[in-house]
């Protein structure tokens, strides 16, 4: 019973090291990208030095091999940082791990090492008409003389354009809905893949987002991932473990907005004292690190679920997103107001904080759709 509960040494250790890496070269920039709405080259610079951006390679293809739970705490220190770095190994990991799942040993061996060299990979499923209702999709993919012709575009992707590499999901048979989806590796390079402006976007600036257009690509057979027709399930199977990360991302920006409020409380001072001294304002922090702590072990718990690739994943990963996100946003609203006229401009990071926080709550599956989600796995908590 000693150890119940508690963290091994090597996560431990590992927060450590990746807290200390993020203070040093992410933290100093993390305004500038903001104001900049630039790409974090710094953090991409170091976290790909620290063996960190795609921490999750497996070890065969050139990376670490770290499992969910450290890929957990690798986003969570980063996003206490700065919450558009933090989307570097985030949207590694969801572009990626659909090859991961489904892809053979070649084309793991193609790609996934190139990644672990420094690449990047993003996701390519959401469409201007296609997003919660993901099977609506439009674009397309024939075969035509041995290869397959790639026609469409994609939205709010992520890392857009920064990426060398996309998990695209296309129609490939219209007459069976989900089960005529399948999922394809484009390499930024290939002929006919352009991308469209720059999104403007309220909060992490930095990460670009872009959509994506195919105009008549050209794909070997080689590309497509997995059976003809399985893209669908890939993608869900993919979402249930990177969900996950999403609430990795949400725990490090409440985190680190709990922390700057703490601060500034015990600095601040009215009416002759630190405006901590006053009850109110306990009770706002109170309520913080309660809810970042409960956040924090259901979304480790989900972690050690991914990892296992345990039956009740698809609930816990859900409820992880859905939670540690719906905290992440009350949190940083709470921090602002602690912060008071100061929260709500730029000489302090709330602010930013909470623009960023609300993403979290919208992409990889909107709130109300986890919600949807955990209720058709409740069976498992049976």
Known sequence: MDELFILPQEYRDLRASVRALAEKKIAPFAKTVDEEARFPQEAFDALQSAG???????????????????VVIIIEEVARACGSSSLIPA?????????????????????LTALAQG??????????????DSVSMKTKAIRKDG???????????????????YTVLAVTNPDQRSKGISAFV???????????AHEKKMGMRGSPTREVYFDDVELDEDRLLGQEGEGFAIAMRTLDHTRITIAAQALGLAQGAFETAARYAKERKQFGKPIFDFQAIQFMLADMAMQIEAA??????????SERGDEDLTFFSAASKCFATDVAMQVTTDAVQV??????????PVERMMRDAKLTQIYEGTN?????????????LM
């Not at 590694?92 to 193609?110: D, F, H, M, V, Y």
């Not at 484009?186 to 469209?196: Q, R």
């Open 368 to 380: 109300q759709i986890q919600r949807l989600v955990m209720s058709r796995h409740l069976d498992k």
């Open 186 to 196: 484009v390499e930024k390079s290939d002929s006919g893949v352009s991308f469209g």
């Open 91 to 111: 949207v590694n990991k969801l572009g990626s791990l659909p090859l991961i799942l489904a892809g053979t040993i070649e084309q793991k061996k193609r790609w």
């Open 339 to 348: 912060l008071g006229g100061y929260g709500y401009v730029n000489d302090h």
């Open 119 to 132: 690449k990047g990979f993003s996701y390519c499923l959401s469409e201007s008409e296609s997003g919660s």
């Open 147 to 165: 290869k397959w012709i790639l026609n469409g575009s994609k939205k709010w992707i992520s890392n857009a354009g920064f990426s060398d590499f």
């Open 296 to 305: 924090r072990q259901i979304t480790y718990a989900a972690a050690a679920r």
């Open 52 to 70: 960190l951006a795609a921490a999750h390679v497996p070890t065969e293809f050139g990376g670490d091999g770290a499992d969910a739970l450290a």
